[in-house]
Each structure stands twice: as C-alpha cells, then as structure tokens.
C-alpha cells in the first residue's frame, strides 16, 4: 500500500499519544459494534480490585518498582543483577551503564512469546524456568557467556561485529532447543539480532562504537545542556536506533514503522489513517533502560507519558477477566497473526482497558498518575493478574486467543 503522508505523519505515528488516540477511536468503533469484540465495561472493577490483590500480595509496603525486564532475571534461588553488578564492579558508573543496556536491550529483542512447550534449565541453579523468565535467563547466559562480544578477552559487552555473525544453532544451543524442547519463532529472533548488529554499525550518530550500550553516551550528548531526559525522548531514541531492525513492516519515506499495522476497517485513500502504532517491545525496552539510565546519573521525567503494552498477558487479563468478549467463539480454535484485524483490535482495546483499570487503582490508593505511573500499575500489576488468570484457566498458561509468532512482535 502506498501511502500520502508527511514528516509530521511519521513523527506523530512514533510518539505515545498516537498510540493511545488510535487505541481510542478502536474502542469507540468497537463500542458501536463494528469490531470482533464485545466489550464490559461492568467488568473493569472486577479486574481492578484482582490488580490492587496482586500488587499487595506482590509489594506489601507498594514499593513498586518500573515493569521491566531487570525483574526477569531473578528467580527464588539466585539474583542475577547482583550478580552482574558484581561482574561489572570494577568499571566505571558509565561502563557499567553501557554494559547493562548492551544486556537488557538483547534480552528484551529476544523476548517475544516463546510457546508452550520451550523450558530453559539455569545450568547455576537447575531450576526449570518457561516463557519470558525462562527466555530472560537464557538471554542472560547467552550474554555472560560472551557470545554477544567480538572480544573473547571481554565477554560481558555486545558488538555490532558479534551480533552480525550469531548463528541460529548458537541460540539454540544456549537456549537449550531441540525437537522435545522447541522454541516458537527461533529464526525470527537470529534474524533480529544480526539486523541488530547491522544497524549498529549504519547509526554511528546513535551507536558510535558499534554497541547498544552506546545509548548512554548518545543520552549524555543529547541532555548536555539539560538536567532531565523525558522518557517520551528515550522512546523515540529507540526507535530511531533500532527501527530498521523489525522484518516486513509498514515503511514509511525510508523509515521501518515497526510495531505499526494497518487496519483496513479504518482505510481512507491514501491517507495514513489505517495506521495503528503500538511500539509494545520498544516500550518495554524503554521501561527497561530507566533504571540504568538513572544509575549512570540521568534524570528520566515525565515516564507517565508512556502507554501500557499490548501484548498478550494483558491483553488475556481483559479476556479471562469478562471485560472483552470475542463475538464469535470459534475464533479461540486457531491461531491469529499480528496484522490480522481481531488481534490489532485485541491489542488497542487492551491499551483503552489498562488506562481504565489504571484509573480505578489510583482511585482505590488515592494516588496521582504522576506518583503511580503506568510502569507501576503493569508490574503491580496487570501483567502478573492475566497470568493469575491464564495459570487457572488453561494447562500451561497460555494466551485465551491464539497468536501466530514470529519471535519479533510478543
């Protein structure tokens, strides 16, 4: 589809109001009865009061912090960032800082749904660990095994060079593949990784030396004459940086829109208005580069103009939980791929849904957008309460509708 559109069109389909003011206008297409879903709003107390239940059982004293990836890389018997802080002592604040997003920003590229059947058995501690645990601590290997440096000398860093030249067998070894233990989309995830390391060494402005870590001093440059770093500018640094990485999305004047699809229902001509933006992984890749961002010494602001994230643990919790409805069942028998129109509807509607559960925990806690931002109420949260609810409802916990995965989307 070739679209008319102008620089303004790509910047607004690349800053969080557009994904929230398209998310918005599915809703009040779907309140009108025109999409795949019925919708309770009756229902978003129900889920509300099952979030405030889990995030006390989760944070007692509410001391919550930003839904990110670092959390992942925990489990009951060992605390991995410890431990990598450990590793890493001996560097500088800003090494370190380097270091730590050159891991968590390959973790999180790496942590689209994983299926069913894939486990990953921590060779410290023997634990058996599935879905995004079990993927962030393989990913956590894969990087502490030094297989993401062109150094042998210095493992615990990432290089365009290394990246390039991973070959899908060394994933699957690391990640412990084979025909009983499958990964779903394992190819999806080399290919992202090598495109990762060719766009390294194209966006020097960006990654002058060839490493995602680099963002520190691209942040450093860009705040030189300012002491806050919006979030909303982090964002928009990841998606500049590593837009070109998504396969086969909407391209806009040059530019990969990533996480951008469209949905014909809304098509107009020309015009970009079939466009749907949800930058769920480069979201959550942002909620992931705060903390260390602020290690080094930024002050990131403004982190309530972030969305929530479309994917499917919250997008389960409003299904499981009676706020959505499919109006046809027999669509939970097969699988649907990203651009289909049920599942971008699934995802907006799951964005409009998190706003209004955030709405009624703030209340409950009388608490400000500003003091309890998105971050908060997902790691509370939403994304721990839908799979409360996946645990529960089906054997393995799995999504309530089926996705086709590629390894680059969820």
Known sequence: MEYKFSKDDIDYLLKPKAIMDKSYQIFRYAEEGNTHFNINLEKIA???????????????????????RWGHFNSEK??????????????DAKEIGRRKLDLVIT??????????????????????????????????HLFCGGYLSADANDPLRVDAEALINLSESTI?????????NPLVGLAGRTQLLNKLGETLNKKKSIFKDGRPGNLVDYFESATAHDDELPAE???????????????GRINLGGK?????????????????????????????????LIEPLMEVGFKVTKVEQLTGLAEYRNGGLFVDGGVLSLKNPENLEFAHS?????????????????????????????????DFPLPKILEGGTWWAGRKLAKEKRAGGGPPIQIKSDGTVF
């Open 46 to 68: 129900d889920v509300g009061e099952l979030v405030l239940a889990v995030t006390k059982n989760n944070y007692p004293t509410f001391d919550i912090p930003f839904h990110s």
């Open 78 to 91: 060992l605390n991995r960032v410890d431990q990598l802080s450990g590793m890493l002592q001996s560097y």
């Open 107 to 140: 973790s999180v590229l790496l942590d689209a749904g994983a299926g069913d059947d894939w486990r990953f058995t921590d060779p410290e501690t023997n634990e058996v660990i599935a879905r995004s645990e079990g993927l962030a601590l393989a990913s956590y």
């Open 172 to 180: 699957a070894q690391v990640f412990q593949v084979t025909d009983e």
């Open 233 to 247: 500018n982090v964002l928009l640094a990841v998606l500049l940086g590593l837009g070109e990485i998504w396969p």
């Open 256 to 288: 990969n829109m990533g996480d951008v699809w469209a949905y014909s229902p809304f098509k107009k001509g020309e015009s970009i208005n079939e466009l749907i933006p949800f930058h769920k992984l480069s979201q959550w890749l942002t909620y992931s």
């Open 338 to 370: 990203p651009d289909s129109e049920l599942v971008i509807e699934w995802r907006a509607l799951t964005l409009v849904m998190i706003d209004k559960v955030a709405e009624y925990v703030r209340n409950k806690l009388q608490k400000s957008e500003v």
